[in-house]
């Protein structure tokens, strides 16, 4: 970073994710009085910005007024960049997508929010609800790279497939965007959700070319808007293998990335961790990605508590000691306090003796009451990063 653009060059920066505050720290500590301007919007860090660069405490998961002021500002340095010749440099992260939001025209940040809402509750993954995103937006799908002319992203991923793709981490603002309209309503149908009026109005005149397209590969306005990966899900896994290796286990990494149903996905790799290949001693599997969880019922819980209560049947067989850990690197899982959770092989009785059915939970999506009752959440609070999640098993084979 310390080469970024010629030393005499003054820098716009645009923030915004969950990883918006160190990520800005960092930049600013690289080149100090070049970052002339700056908006940094995602959850509040410690410490300070100088007073000439602006904090703005944007929504996540759906966008509020502050995500319209957010991306308002952004634009607006964008342009200035490109007209003053000065280098903009944009920090993603995820949760980008919300805390970035500016309606296309004809549009209402209710429309987004309740699009983003009905979406999220039919289980949706991140690319099919960012190609959405990208279509209901003045910012996202590459516009913003487009109003700064030239530009630098440099990114913390948390979007796996396709790995680390551009164009869906935070929307992917900076980068031409190969996915259309007709995507864009085909993605609302096939999760059968409902949208606004309005907005299916919008996708549909886009569909029909009354509505100019998001910029496409190869589109010679963006052949000046790098983008580099500076961390991604193999980021925390290679993090929790070393320390795993460092407490005596035999280490086993996952590498391709989960996904689908939560439940589901623990239950897979309960199975998968139990053929992996140890005969004796103490083993560390580790996974990661993201996972989906479609709402049914009226319980509390997120993504990772699923997982767990999907893996702790497998788990119970009690041939040997068992634990499954499942994490949000955000801090953050679902509307909870909670990162996450574990599930032993002792989840099953130790849930029964208390009255808890570990079915009917999931059914409910009520995971919380059931795992804060056998004393089984992870609680970290926001961690100020976000690769996706992680997923732990740690067994000893006699």
Known sequence: MAAFGSPRQTIHMIAAGKAAWPMSQAAIAAFGERVTAAVVAGPHGHGTLPAHLEWIDAGHPLPDDQSVRAAGRALELASAAGAGHRVLLVLLSGGGSAMLAAPAEGLALEDKQRTTDAMLRAGADI???NCVR????????????????????????????????????ASGPTVADASTYEDALAAIDQLDCEAPSAVR???????????????????????????????????????????AGRRGYAVRVVEPPTQGPAREAGRWFARLAAGTGLLTGRLCVIA?????????????????????LGAARLLADGSRPTLVASVGTDGVDGPTDAAGAIATSTTLVRAAGLGFD?????????A???????????????????????HVLLTIRP
Not at 144 to 160: P, Y
Not at 371 to 390: K, S
């Open 358 to 366: 570990l079915e009917a939970a999931l059914e409910r999506n009520d």
């Open 201 to 243: 109005r919008h996708l549909e005149r886009g569909a029909a070319g009354e509505i100019p397209e998001t910029p496409k590969p190869g589109d010679e306005r963006l052949a000046q808007s790098a983008f580099a990966i500076v961390g991604n899900r193999h980021t925390a896994m290679h993090g929790a293998a070393l320390e």
């Open 288 to 308: 990661s990605g993201e996972t989906t969880v479609t709402v049914r019922g009226d319980g509390h819980g997120g993504r990772n508590q699923e997982f767990v």
């Open 368 to 390: 919380y009451p059931l795992l804060a009752g056998l004393g089984d959440l992870i609680t970290w609070g926001p961690t100020l990063t976000n690769v996706g999640d992680v």
């Open 134 to 169: 990208k279509h209901l937006s003045r910012i996202k799908g590459g516009w913003l790279g487009l109003a700064a002319g030239r530009c630098q992203a440099l990114a913390l991923s948390d979007v796996h497939v396709p790995q680390d793709d551009a164009a869906t981490i």
């Open 127 to 129: 690319g099919r609800l």
